[in-house]
């Protein structure tokens, strides 16, 4: 009986950063929708923060697995800007078709994710190293690749970037009277696909579990018999993968390419992780609570923004403002976790 219960605290716990997340995220959005009104009342002002988010969702899922494991992984915002460049060369000026440039971007993730999971597993050496020179290294490339930003004119990629998904029930009446229907990008729709995935795998599967393991006690973990080092190559692999795909959502997003492309994103992608309740010690993490952590970080930027505060300094301020709220709270369920 007693063990019931301590379980049931330790899962209390465990999903006490999960409902925080939300219930701020919540908190937020229906403030601004009181306060600020205009916008926010509309639906599709929501649509719109998945819109322009997708390809930060996906890259904070794989943020969130490789701090889970204990590592960070900040090239993602370098390999965006890479796959987008590269997919935006190929169709453009090599004549490329839309299938073969997801396979490039696909590629290009897979590649940095095989070489710094290799480095960070099977060699030791520090992922924040490793990933700070596959930062450089890919934001370079970018840059040899093609030097001017430019918008991709090939027929075929623009039919699939303004794709647009209704969404029934949602729309609403413009200025003029006529009924607008509510969409989302192809993009939302695979952002919101791989949170399903990375959610369904972390709970529910033996490799899941692994990550947890080994992020909580690397020591423990090779007691319980689980690989650590192809463990840990397996989360920057993932995490890899995840950001070529994300390059390639961000694409669909923007339509061009550009040296310039996602900047600051895996910076975006570690606090969303981190508001989400993702620990930077490792061992704790949720992907529900880091795709609420992007809402979270979308919607209090265009609060901002909404309240006339458009400098990028106001938008620095509330972010770090609120990265310092939820590391506090993180350090207050640590804290009363120990003391149980």
Known sequence: MKSKSLKKVSLSDANLLLTITIVVFFLMYIGAMIFEGGGFLKPQTFFNILNANGALIITACGLSLVMITGSIDISVGGVVALVSMCCAVYLDFK?????????????????????QGFLVAYLDIQPFIVTLAGMFFARGMTSIVHTDPFNVQNEAFVKLKDTRV???????????????????????????????????????????????????????????????????????????LLAGIAGYVYFLHVGSGA??????????????????????????????????????????????SSAGLDQAWWTGITIAAMLCLFLVIQSVVLARKKRK
Do not use: C, D
């Open 95 to 115: 004549g490329g078709n839309v299938f073969v440039s997801l396979l490039i971007a696909l590629a290009i993730g897979l590649g940095f994710g095989l070489v």
């Open 166 to 240: 209704i969404v029934p029930g949602m729309g609403s009446v413009n200025r003029i009277g006529k009924y607008v229907n509510a969409y989302v990008e192809i993009g939302v729709i695979v952002a919101i696909l791989i949170v399903v995935i990375m959610f369904v795998m972390l709970r529910w599967t033996k490799l899941g579990r692994s990550f947890y393991a080994v992020g909580g006690n690397r020591q423990s973990a090779l007691m319980l018999g689980i690989n650590v080092k192809k463990t840990r190559f397996l989360a920057h692999l993932l995490s890899g």
């Open 259 to 304: 040296a310039t492309h996602a900047s600051g994103m895996e910076m975006n992608a570690i606090a969303s992780s981190i508001i989400g309740g993702t620990l930077l010690t490792g061992g704790v993490g949720n992907i529900i609570g880091t795709f609420f952590g992007v809402l979270s970080l979308s919607t209090i930027q265009n609060i901002v």
